[in-house]
Nanobody, 121 residues
Framework: QLQACGGGLVQAGGSLRLACTASEHTFDTYAIGWFRQFPGKEREFVATVNRAGDRPYYADSVNGRFTIFRDKSQHTVFLEMNSLKSEDTAVYYC????????????????WGRGTLVTVSS
């Protein structure tokens, strides 16, 4: 239902854009968010956006550096990541859920496979 892509290796200070593509039904029905997981740690919330696409919400750690937005024509939610830091290195997951602006994993129903982001210092 969800396919995430766009990860890769980037130098600190650089940018990457992740994409989460959904079916039309999923895109229209669910809010979509991004989480990330560091080795040996639980997944943590990164950003989410409501179905209308006009209310993004960010974790404090990425606020001002990351931008989440929806493209209805592509059924895709993008995560634009700028000013990347080594501590952003993680596997990034997108997820879809019925609760708008949710930030906890258990409120998301569907998950895509992760995409690895590596930021070299």
């Amino acid at each position: 239902q969800l396919q995430a892509c766009g990860g890769g290796l980037v130098q600190a200070g650089g940018s990457l854009r992740l994409a989460c593509t959904a079916s039309e039904h999923t895109f229209d029905t669910y809010a979509i968010g991004w989480f990330r997981q560091f080795p040996g740690k639980e997944r943590e919330f990164v950003a989410t956006v409501n179905r209308a696409g006009d209310r993004p919400y960010y974790a404090d750690s990425v606020n001002g550096r990351f931008t989440i937005f929806r493209d209805k024509s592509q059924h895709t939610v993008f995560l634009e990541m700028n000013s990347l830091k080594s501590e952003d290195t993680a596997v990034y997951y997108c997820a879809a859920g019925r609760w708008e602006l949710a930030t906890t994993q258990n409120l998301f129903d569907y998950w895509g496979r992760g995409t690895l982001v590596t930021v070299s210092s």
